[in-house]
């Protein structure tokens, strides 16, 4: 017997004692349509079934195609949920920014909805209810509900608000400001005046200019200026800030474009980085201030060419992991880059190790965070995170299915991201990695960003989960420049074995383990790695400080 079918044997009989039917996966698959929480029992059924199959008759699993049509079927039902989630998102996201409220009560006056912001919930009669009501009449011909019986309905910003912001539009000084405030809110100049302690000339004086700075010839033109401005129900002020330019296109030779996320001086060192799936370990888009001032400092900036099919760039068939060279080629030629380090996170440690390869003498040197290294497989992959035990399993097994599979994996998380984060915060063995999985800013910013990553569909995502699924194309004793591995004790998605047998396989490479860390560190201490990716001097903290991240964000 062969050591390949002994171990499919001895495969078989543990799939015997934990596999599932074929009807119990097909229930699990349109469970975790529902409720992505399932995955992980999912991803362990569906593999110790499939091992039983091929355990006992030697060849694929039959039902495997039936399976792949309910995988289908089950992803029509998820983007079902999802576009119903996004749509209720999107009216939650404009009305938190829309300052209205509107409240719905009921028969009884207990107030039982609200849209847009509004005070603390209570009892309140028809008597005492505020004069800007819809009473039945109204709320019938709006299309609501029966339940309900009347609604209010008003503005949640104050008049200073209201005049701050004419304030910033127009440059107004204080003393005009304070006049519009007050004259919203009494609609009498002689009241304002009084309430100032001006006299009523002052009064008339200052509102003239006032007028004249808006353009408005008296009065009534001017509350026609703030009430009719659609600007108007907006809570923040329409302030472009003041932000370095990001985001980039560059032209590929084939007509496709290459996003590419930049910050830093254009004369700096460049860091080219390879982010995880998500791509918001290092959030240069939501906050780049967070990450210039250290930029400066080490003279550095970085450069994050964005993968084929992720993000805006242009979807590019690459055959294994030195195929990332290519674009990084490209863009590193139309910045006028000559020479660079890269700093990798998780499965971006594939596209940093491929892209070195294709590109030797233009790497200085790697640095690779929470390690992905394909060409390992952990004996204990049944307790790793479900995305490693889908790509490194599932991925190399069945990789049809694993095609199929990833899409639905993708829009289960993001229905729920909360859940997934707290299940993922529930495994986490150090309190560094629960910290960083639970803090709200991670989750939402991992939503935000894995959304706009696949926003042009699926392909780049199945692509990237494909190569870190398959063997190396290259040989890594051909890396010549210097490695360096920081890896976590606790990481629950690439075990730090991985890690240990890539550094052994690199010619020039040093791992430094890091205990009491798991996998996401990098969140919290993005300020050394970027040292560490220059070769500038660093210090590993202890595990009990949280880093820039968490001290406030």
Excluded at 429 to 434: G, I, L, P, S
Excluded at 524 to 551: K, N, Q, T
Aim: glycine letters at 8%; proline letters at 5%.
């Amino acid at each position: 017997m062969s050591a390949d079918h002994a171990q499919r044997a001895r495969g078989g009989e543990v799939a015997r004692e934990n596999g599932a039917s074929a009807e119990e996966i097909i229930h699990l698959i349109y469970d975790t349509a529902i409720d992505n929480s399932l995955w992980p029992e999912m991803v362990l059924k569906v593999h110790d079934s499939f091992e039983q199959d091929e355990a006992e008759s030697g060849a694929a699993p039959a039902r495997l195609q039936d399976l792949q049509v309910h995988f289908a079927k089950g992803l029509q039902i998820s983007e079902r949920m999802l576009a119903l989630q996004e749509r209720s998102d999107l009216q939650d996201r404009l009305l938190d920014n829309i300052a209205l409220r509107v409240e719905l009560f009921g028969h009884d006056g207990e107030r039982f909805g609200v849209l847009g912001s509004a005070p603390e919930a209570g009892v309140i009669s028809h008597a005492t209810a505020p004069t800007f009501v819809l009473d039945a009449e109204r709320v019938r011909e709006l299309g609501l509900p029966p339940r309900v019986a009347y609604a209010r309905i008003g503005f949640t910003q104050a008049p200073e608000d209201i005049a701050a912001r004419l304030g910033r539009d127009l440059a107004l000084r204080p003393s005009r400001q304070k006049l519009l405030a007050g004259f919203l809110r009494h609609g009498n100049l002689r009241r304002t005046a009084e309430e100032q302690g001006w006299s009523y000339e002052t009064a008339r004086t200052y509102f003239k200019a006032l007028c004249e700075e808006a353009g408005v010839s008296g009065q009534v033109d001017l509350l026609r200026l703030l009430l009719l401005n659609p600007a108007r129900v907006l809570k923040a002020p329409l302030i472009k800030p003041s932000i370095p330019e990001i985001r980039r296109l560059i032209d590929r030779p084939d007509d496709g474009v290459i996003e590419v996320f930049q910050l830093g001086r254009e004369d700096a060192y460049p860091i080219v980085h390879f982010d995880a799936l998500s791509g918001g370990a290092i959030d240069l888009l939501n906050c780049p201030e967070r990450y210039q001032p250290l930029l400066d400092a080490l003279g550095a900036r970085i450069v994050l060419p964005c993968r084929p099919g992720h993000f805006l760039s242009g979807f590019q068939q690459l055959s294994g992991a030195s195929g990332y060279a290519n674009d990084l080629k490209i863009v590193c030629d139309a910045l006028g880059i000559d020479r660079f380090s890269i700093l990798a996170y998780s499965f971006g440690s594939v596209a940093a190790l491929g892209a070195a390869a294709g590109l030797p003498e233009r790497v200085d040197r790697v640095t690779l965070a929470s390690v992905c290294y394909p060409d390992f497989v952990a004996t204990d992959w049944r307790d790793r995170d479900f995305f490693y035990q889908m790509t490194h399993i599932i991925g190399r097994r069945w990789p049809g299915l694993h095609r199929r599979v990833i899409p639905f994996l993708t829009k289960s998380v993001l229905q729920n991201v909360d859940s997934y984060a707290r299940r993922a915060a529930a495994q986490a063995r150090c309190a560094h990695e629960k910290a960083i999985l639970l803090d709200p800013v991670v989750i939402a910013r991992s939503r935000a960003m894995l959304e706009e990553r696949i926003a042009q569909g699926m392909e780049g995502l199945i692509q990237e989960s494909r190569i870190a699924a398959q063997a190396l194309d290259f040989e890594l004793s051909d890396l010549q420049m210097p490695v360096e591995l920081f890896h976590g004790g606790c990481d629950q998605v690439h075990p730090l074995d991985g890690a240990r047998a890539l550094a052994d396989q690199l010619p020039n490479a040093r791992l430094t383990e890091l205990p009491e860390r798991g996998h996401a560190f990098i969140y919290a201490e993005w300020d050394w790695l970027l040292r560490a990716a220059i070769a500038a001097e660093f210090v590993v903290p202890p595990p009990s400080r949280r880093g820039m991240l968490l001290d406030g964000h």
